[in-house]
């Protein structure tokens, strides 16, 4: 697979499973943004 670098935008259980599949993929999760700056801060940390 080709690598991208990857975003999502919310962090809820869809981007979830998808930051989980990119990491099992090798693939790089660039940024994520959320309305909540605290979820998406937490969310980079547990897969960033």
């Known amino acids: 697979m080709k690598n ?3 975003a999502t935008l919310g ?5 979830n499973e998808l ?9 790089k999760l660039y940024s994520v943004a959320n309305r909540t700056h ?4 937490a969310f980079a940390e547990k897969y960033g």
């Open 4 to 6: 991208y670098n990857w």
């Open 11 to 15: 962090c809820g259980v869809i981007a």
């Open 19 to 27: 930051a989980a599949a990119l990491k099992s993929r090798g693939q």
């Open 38 to 41: 605290e979820k998406a801060v």
